[in-house]
């Protein structure tokens, strides 16, 4: 055999044993904090980011919370997976969220527009360095059910990392 021909015979071979792959196919398209590009996102993925479980020290988990990426019908973009907790911390409002935004702009992460939901009125949010992700702290009214009783000096919040599968989170 020639050098040239066993040459093509090798490269032949690399191609189509990279082709096949061990498993076949090619490997999943990731975004830049590991999350698949090329399917639904689930909670237990955003979950095992770390960012996923940031909370203020001290804070008590009231409940665990986050839902799977899910395709509405008639939506363009699917309702994003999240994932993170319902909390209680032993602060005020304000040194809260003044610790979120300290944690998370050394991060690297800017901040977003935050949109109130409902029992919530007030809150942040904080877009990851370019990608898809957003960490979004939103506090409850005082006696609000989604924290139950909040003792004296504490409040409740929930904090959560979305996963915007399409075109990111909202604009700031």
């Known amino acids: 055999m020639t050098r040239g021909a066993?040459?093509?015979?090798?490269?032949?071979?690399?191609?189509?044993?990279?082709?096949?792959?061990?498993?076949?196919?090619?490997?999943?398209r990731l975004d830049k904090l590991g999350l698949p590009l090329d399917r639904p996102v689930t909670q237990q993925e955003v979950r095992r980011l770390?960012?996923?479980s940031l909370r203020y020290p001290g804070s008590a988990v009231v409940r665990v919370v986050g839902s799977d990426e899910r395709?509405?019908?008639?939506?363009h973009e699917p309702d994003p997976a999240f994932a993170g907790a319902v909390a209680i911390a032993p602060v005020?409002?304000?040194?809260?969220?003044?610790?979120y935004d300290h944690q998370l702009t050394?991060?690297?992460?800017?901040?977003?527009?935050?949109?109130?939901?409902?029992?919530?009125?007030?809150?942040?949010?904080?877009?990851?360095?370019?990608?898809?992700?957003?960490?979004?702290v939103g506090v409850y009214a005082a006696g609000s059910a989604a924290t139950g009783p909040v003792p004296a000096g504490h409040v409740?919040?929930?904090?959560?990392l979305v996963n915007y599968r399409a075109t990111g989170p909202p604009p700031p």
Request: glycine content about 14%; overall charge positive.
């Open 71 to 75: 395709k509405q019908v008639g939506e």
């Open 106 to 136: 050394a991060r690297g992460y800017r901040r977003a527009t935050y949109y109130k939901l409902a029992g919530q009125p007030t809150g942040r949010a904080w877009t990851a360095p370019g990608n898809r992700e957003q960490v979004q």
């Open 92 to 99: 005020s409002v304000d040194v809260l969220l003044a610790w």
């Open 156 to 160: 409740g919040y929930e904090a959560i």
């Open 50 to 52: 770390p960012d996923a």
């Open 6 to 28: 066993l040459s093509l015979l090798l490269c032949v071979a690399v191609t189509a044993a990279a082709g096949a792959g061990c498993g076949g196919g090619t490997a999943p």
